[in-house]
Nanobody
Framework: QVHLVESGGGLVQAGDSLRLSCAAS????????MAWFRKAPGKEREFVAY????????YYTDSVKGRFTISRDNAKNTVYLQMISLNPEDTAVYYC???????????????WGHGTQVTVSS
């Protein structure tokens, strides 16, 4: 059984930083593209960032470019999302996902965690 467990969320003020972690219990972790999505209140789940399974290339949605950094540690089966300069629009439940190919499309991901709450106050 595959399990993805997010951690690191919390309540912060605008301008603060957080680092989210996703611990993956999954066979052949390094073969998966890993991604972060988020769901803000009243909105659909949206793509945030991914890191490729092989070369480690990354891609970000425009609203987080320059502020968020996705990384992975294959020895620890863990993917991270370093977030700086947070603003209230970043408030959402953040989800970790694993997929067979790099993609910004939600349906292309095979496995999901249950999410961690990030709340940014102004």
């Amino acid at each position: 059984q595959v399990h993805l467990v997010e951690s690191g969320g919390g309540l912060v003020q605008a301008g603060d930083s957080l680092r989210l972690s996703c611990a993956a219990s999954i066979r052949a972790f390094s073969s998966y593209t890993m991604a972060w999505f988020r769901k803000a209140p009243g909105k659909e789940r949206e793509f945030v960032a991914y890191i490729n399974r092989t070369e480690g290339s990354t891609y970000y949605t425009d609203s987080v470019k320059g502020r968020f950094t996705i990384s992975r540690d294959n020895a620890k089966n863990t993917v991270y999302l370093q977030m700086i300069s947070l603003n209230p629009e970043d408030t959402a439940v953040y989800y970790c996902a694993a997929g067979a190919q790099r993609s910004a499309v939600l349906l292309n991901y095979l496995y999901w965690g249950h999410g961690t709450q990030v709340t940014v106050s102004s």
